[in-house]
């Protein structure tokens, strides 16, 4: 029998899901990070130029190894030598067949959080690439919206920085301090709440803690 905490993550994946549908999203709910590699290889095709940017749950399902073992041509910026290798990289993802990303946080109406130092993540979610799939657990889900922008700034914002140089108050206390500072991460905040083209962004709910 499954854990009460798995069951209350399926309950409201569900609704999740339905809500997401609404706003003319492609969504689906995977139980654990297995039925979830599996739904994210089978909404990219064989072939396809695929890129990313912060998707720590992606590659916690497994995804990015699947496919650079695979039939796929991968844009991967962790391959990349120099600082301007990277930068290209990160520029080449914009006009990949597929994008993959995370979510900061979610609301459980439907609409999705993320906030970017650099902006290339936010940017290739609203405009660029045919197909963004985002791959988020449950973990991510709060009851309202301005719940889900909280998280990503006090909680999803100042984790990820402890991966980065350039002092930030976050980093140094764990705490949000609405800072200024040169090296700051949380430059661009973007709410997605709708879809256009219909099911152009797909989401995979994982009923599992994944990511900041």
Not at 74 to 102: H, N, Y
Request: glycine share 10%; net charge neutral; charged share 25%.
């Amino acid at each position: 029998m499954a854990n009460e905490k798995q069951m209350y993550y399926d309950k409201r994946g569900q609704i999740m899901v339905k809500n997401l549908q609404s706003r003319h999203f492609e969504a689906y709910y995977c139980a654990d990070r297995a039925a979830a590699l599996d739904k994210a290889l089978e909404l990219i095709p064989k072939g396809a130029t695929v890129g990313w940017g912060g998707a720590l749950s992606a590659q916690q399902i497994g995804l990015m190894d699947a496919l650079n073992a695979g039939e796929y041509n991968t844009i991967d910026r962790d391959k990349c030598k120099t600082p301007e290798e990277k930068l290209q990289a990160a520029k080449d993802s914009m006009f990949a067949d597929v994008f993959l990303t995370g979510a900061n946080g979610m609301s459980l109406d439907g609409q999705m959080v993320n906030i970017d130092g650099t902006g290339n993540r936010v940017a290739a979610i609203v405009y660029g690439p045919g197909s963004v799939i985002v791959v988020a657990g449950m973990n991510k889900v709060e009851d309202t919206l301005d719940a889900a922008i909280r998280r990503a700034r006090t909680v999803a914002a100042p984790m990820n920085k402890q991966r980065f140089p350039n002092r930030t108050p976050c980093e140094v206390t764990g705490t949000c301090a609405d800072c200024k500072s040169e090296g700051c991460i949380c430059n661009q905040i973007l709410i997605t709440r709708h879809c256009r083209p219909v099911g152009r962004i797909k989401f995979i709910i994982v009923g599992e803690d994944l990511g900041f």
